[in-house]
């Protein structure tokens, strides 16, 4: 069954250093997403990405973070100077469509992120 | 006007029992209501979803039922049985937002032997 897949697993980063997170969706989906949860917390959306742009992004998303789709098959969330508050875990999703299938997410197990 | 609350934060139940999980939302143009399933370590998994123009769905031992006056939904779990302890996250979206999903808190469910 075709899966969602993340890397790495778990990351530890000092403060201020940049992070990339990578995710490889699910070959046929179209719409690409990343959430986020903290220990214990929901999980919470972060951005969502459509041919090649960003369609809509919720205010945790800022200028620090960033998503590229760089090669046809990778979809990687960057955040460029990390803070203590980004601890979490990061999932990526992908769906194969909008309309009657709005809300068939796929996601992946996840990317810990330690901020130190 | 875009939270979803769920109810309980934890919950144990009994081999055989049934469980119930409850949501309630306050945007009125949410029209797409799913659960998700996270097993520890995992990502959610979509359980179950319902769209407002009916009152109850069931798959298997799942069940949702949809109150769309009250602006509730819950999850029932029927003869739970200890590998549905999980957490379960209910959600909502507005069909067209790109998947946008606004979650509930979670519940933790712990079925006992």
């Known amino acids: 069954e075709p899966e969602v897949t993340q890397t790495p697993s778990h990351q530890v980063t000092q403060m201020g250093q940049e992070v990339i997170l990578r995710c490889v969706p699910i070959s046929n989906h179209l719409y690409f997403y990343w959430y986020r949860q903290i220990l214990g917390q929901k999980v919470e959306f972060l951005v969502s990405?459509?041919?090649?742009?960003?369609?809509?992004k919720s205010e945790i998303f800022d200028d620090q973070f960033s998503v590229e789709r760089p090669d046809g098959s990778n979809f990687t969330l960057k955040i460029r100077s990390t803070k203590l508050e980004d601890s979490a875990m990061y999932f990526c999703?992908?769906?194969?469509?909008?309309?009657?299938?709005?809300?068939?997410?796929?996601f992946g197990e996840g990317s810990r992120l330690t901020v130190l | 006007q875009q939270q979803v609350k769920q109810s309980p934060q934890s919950l144990i139940v009994q081999k055989g029992g049934i469980s119930i999980i409850n949501c309630a939302y306050e945007n009125t143009a949410f029209d797409y209501f799913p659960w998700y399933q996270q097993f520890p370590g995992k990502g959610p998994a979509l359980l179950i979803a319902i769209r407002p123009d009916v009152s109850e769905k069931k798959e298997g031992r799942f069940t949702i039922s949809f109150n769309k006056s009250a602006k509730q939904f819950s999850l029932h779990i029927m003869d739970s049985q200890p590998g549905d302890s999980a957490t379960y996250f209910c959600?909502?979206?507005?069909?067209?937002?790109?998947?946008?999903?606004?979650f509930g808190t979670g519940t933790r469910l712990q079925v006992t032997l």
């Open positions: 999703a992908s769906s194969k469509r909008q309309g009657l299938d709005t809300g068939e997410l796929f």
């Open positions: 990405f459509y041919n090649n742009e960003i369609s809509e």
């Open positions: 959600a909502a979206s507005i069909t067209g937002t790109a998947s946008k999903l606004t």
